[in-house]
């Protein structure tokens, strides 16, 4: 069994910073596309950042130029360094994984826990 373990949330202050990282339990060959979905609470989970095996990232327009996904191929992880923490970035992020982006954002094969990111005001 896979598993997806994230680490690098916390509370943290508006116009702060925080760095995620997710590391899968072993190589997984089939993943091409790692991302970060977050879910606020009573709001609806969202894809804000997804990267390639090859490089290429997508970002919500809501997070760019605030948000950088970067990736280990090597060490199948992928991180997400947040800049200028605002309060409605307070959510849960998780870690997705797939073979695919389309299959990243319709229905992922591999799920992290969810790490808490809360911002003060």
């Known amino acids: 069994q896979v598993q997806l373990v994230e680490s690098g949330g916390g509370l943290v202050q508006a116009g702060g910073s925080l760095r995620l990282s997710c590391a899968a339990s072993r190589i997984i060959f089939t993943i091409n596309v790692m991302g970060w979905y977050r879910q606020a609470p009573g709001k609806q989970r969202e894809l804000v950042a997804d990267i390639t095996s090859g490089g290429r990232t997508n970002y919500a327009d809501s997070v760019k130029g605030r948000f950088t996904i970067s990736r280990d191929n090597a060490k199948n992880t992928v991180h997400l360094q947040i800049n200028s923490l605002q309060p409605e970035d307070t959510a849960v992020y998780y870690c997705?994984?797939?073979?695919?982006?389309?299959?990243?954002?319709?229905?992922?094969?591999?799920w992290g826990q969810g790490t808490q990111v809360t911002v003060s005001s």
């Open positions: 997705a994984a797939a073979i695919s982006r389309s299959t990243l954002i319709t229905s992922p094969t591999y």
